[in-house]
């Protein structure tokens, strides 16, 4: 993915996504962690989702041992849960 620090963002979306990567980057920072952030449903696919965002997040900082999670939801399946749960149990 392209690094959108090194340049003015091109739209709402890409400003919008600058900054909460900015905040990611400080969150990180002061828990001393991975950091992880999802707003949605957990239905099918959000633990494929999950998972590909993890696996990204450990090639990129091997020797992190700890992850915080920030989840939004108004629920969903718990089997897409208990995914989750293994992924970064298997990760983490």
């Known amino acids: 993915m ?5 340049r003015p963002p091109r739209g709402a979306n890409e400003f919008i996504e600058q900054q909460l990567n900015e905040r990611a980057h400080v969150l ?3 828990f001393k962690s991975d950091f992880l952030a999802f ?3 957990l239905v099918g696919g959000v633990d494929d989702a999950i998972r590909d965002v993890i696996e990204e997040k450990r090639q ?3 020797d992190q041992t700890k992850l915080t999670i920030v989840v939004t939801t108004m629920g969903g399946y718990i089997e897409v849960v208990q995914r989750i ?3 970064i149990r298997h990760h983490y």
């Open 39 to 41: 707003t949605g449903p």
């Open 85 to 87: 749960v293994e992924t």
């Open 28 to 30: 990180e920072d002061f």
């Open 60 to 62: 990129q900082s091997r």
């Open 2 to 6: 392209e690094n959108l620090v090194s």
